[in-house]
């Protein structure tokens, strides 16, 4: 049986959810709830820095920088951390100033606007982790792994991430051109691309099948109403007599730690290791265990994978993997071992900061690895057949 690709459609990426807008992708959170304030007396005693060369650059520019008018304490303040936290190299820790933190705790919810794809930094380069699946960037054609290397004109590359999220995003309605570099392509691609709000659904199922009885489960991110959705689509899968489930996660960037254990527990048996999150200070090292309430244990699963699968969906399907719960089929994971976390600041902004890395229940590290499928299937963007959907329904109904 030959099915349509459904991604036009379906599913979507997270990474932070947030290049709905244009954001640093393939995020991996704590509920910044549960962590400690900022320690500031702690961070002067690890960085024992002379910061009086930081105030006699900031006394002479006040003093001496020809056009008064451009001195901003506020923005030379946001700029000094940004700079700071530049020198870390780590595309995944970043600075949010209050406008960027009130837009992403909205972006949570699941609504977005923009063009809908999730952005990272490599090398220096601004690539596209994933389009969100029914968002205008995937049905202009956008993949994971494109270069963006002009935005409206301007080399994105010579831009700060934050200037060019902020020239990639838009009101509803208007258009940016974005020209691509895509391995296997020569030349560059030009898209015109038209910005719009996409309502992210984080979990969709549907029966498929030769008799209707393989459900077909798609996991978008991992955020706010992904635990209860997935519970609620699990009890309505169970009402039926299936005999094999796809777990779709294809061009899902991440999310929350603590629902990426949620979400795994429906599929292991027992309390088992979920994930085991390293620290710097090894005494804080923590590992998470399944909630031993399966509901979907037992039944044949398929877990299906790409490119743009990343961080917390890397998650489950390492410890399903591990645990030989299912059939991991696809390409190779993004690779996104590590772990974040947000720290409220008091004028409203944010610190989101690495600062843990994540292993499978085997102890694998998949940070900048990824995870290889068990049945490597490479989609073909060019068609419209879903090839690993098709491989997994046939594999499942034998």
């Known amino acids: 049986m030959i099915y ?6 379906k599913i979507s990426a997270w990474v932070a959810v947030f290049f709905m807008t244009g954001w640093v992708a393939s995020y991996f959170y704590y509920n910044p709830a549960e962590e400690e304030s900022l320690d500031v007396d702690t961070i002067e005693e690890i960085t024992p820095v002379e910061m009086d060369l930081f105030w006699d650059v900031w006394e002479y520019l006040d003093g001496n920088f020809i056009d008064a008018n451009m001195l901003n304490d ?46 990272t930094v490599e090398d220096g380069e601004l690539v596209v982790v994933t389009p969100f699946k029914g968002s205008p960037a995937e049905s202009e054609g956008i993949l994971p792994g494109d270069t963006i290397y002009l935005i409206d004109g301007n080399v994105a590359s010579e831009m700060t991430i934050m200037d060019a999220i902020m020239a990639i995003r838009g009101a509803k309605g208007t258009v940016v051109v974005l020209t691509i570099l895509r391995e296997g392509v020569e030349g560059p691609l030009i898209f015109e691309i038209e910005r719009d709000t996409v309502k992210v659904d ?60 949620d979400v795994l527990s429906e599929f292991i048996d027992g309390g088992q290791k979920a994930v085991t999150v390293k620290m710097r200070d090894e005494a804080n090292n923590e590992i998470r265990y399944t909630s ?29 993997q591990d645990y030989q719960a299912g059939i991991i089929m696809g390409e190779q994971t993004y690779g996104k071992g590590s772990v974040q976390t947000v720290e409220a600041l008091p ?25 290889t499928p068990d049945i490597e299937i490479v989609d073909d963007y060019e068609t419209e057949e879903d090839e690993a959907l098709n491989e997994a329904v046939e594999y499942l109904e034998k």
Do not use: C, H
């Open 4 to 9: 349509k690709r459904i991604s036009l459609v």
């Open 74 to 119: 506020q923005e030379m303040l946001y700029g000094a951390i940004d700079g700071m936290i530049s020198a870390l190299d780590d595309p995944y820790t970043d600075f949010m100033d209050p406008d960027e933190t009130k837009e992403f705790q909205e972006n949570m919810e699941g609504e977005l606007e923009g063009i809908g794809a999730e952005l």
């Open 202 to 261: 984080s979990v969709e199922w549907e029966l498929m099948g030769e008799n209707n009885d393989i459900a077909y489960i798609s996991l978008s991110q991992f955020v706010d109403d992904t635990t209860d959705d997935f519970i609620k689509a699990v009890n309505e899968i169970l009402l039926s007599d299936v005999k094999g489930i796809i777990l779709d996660m294809r061009n899902n960037g991440g999310g929350y730690l603590d629902t990426s254990v």
């Open 292 to 320: 031993g309430d399966s509901k979907l244990s037992g039944i044949p699963l398929v877990v299906l994978v790409n490119s743009g699968s990343a961080s917390a969906s890397e998650i489950v399907a390492g410890a399903i």
């Open 347 to 371: 004028d409203g902004s944010s610190l989101r900061v690495t600062i843990a890395k994540w292993y499978t229940p085997s102890d694998r590290s998949i940070d900048d690895t990824g995870i």
